[in-house]
């Protein structure tokens, strides 16, 4: 794993667009796997922005989102499909039946998860998997205790992360209790992951990331595993890491 610090929010999205704008250019029919979350948002507006001036081209891109809450529509101003759609859809050329997010309200979860797998695979597998992480290391998801051998499935949230999402409803109430999201095995499959973290809220996961054991009980720590991880985070995020020259490779 390569650990990238960046001076703020601002440089930090800028790496992040340019790898995967990079990435685009270097194979036109990229299949990206998404987050939403606070995180990417910086790197998504740099990707709209470079997409109006003409330096990328997504028409032959796919996309897999991570995870949809369950419990509210698609058209919810806090759904995860509604989120896309404002940050990135709405703004770049991915075509519709290029774009996939879970519906968070199948009537047959299993059957529903299995074609979401089925899906990836058709589409030839996840090229670049961007990911955010919960302050108990949870990717996607993948809240602790999750399987590392997990597909995608619906899952209970724990209580920390609805209070953490809290802060985009009206009250913990409104915060869904259940979501559909990738598995820990969906993730790992992907070619090459792109994490991003920031602020001082991530610290301790930062630091579990770099120098903890591999556990289900902290999810993230199965990317130890992965042959191609890049973290990018901020100053705040990095004071528990003893980079070098702004890098450490674990
Ligand atoms: C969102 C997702 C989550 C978030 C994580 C961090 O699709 O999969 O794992 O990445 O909860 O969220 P933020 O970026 O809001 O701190």
Redesign the pocket.
Known sequence: MIFECYEDYTALSERAAEIVINTVKDKKNTVLGL?????PIGMYERISERFKKGLVDFSDVKTFN??EYCGISSDHEQS?HYFMNTNLFNHVNIKKEHINLPYGNPENPEAFAQEYEEKIRAAGGIDLQI????RNG????NEPGTAFGSRTHMIKLHED?RLANSRFFDSLEDVPVAAITMGIKTIMRARSILLIACGESKQEAMRKLAYGEVTPEFPASVLQLHPDVRILIDEEASKLLEMEDSVLVV
């Open positions: 987050p939403t979350g606070s995180s991570l995870d995860y990911l955010g992480i919960g949870h990717i996607g998801f992360t």
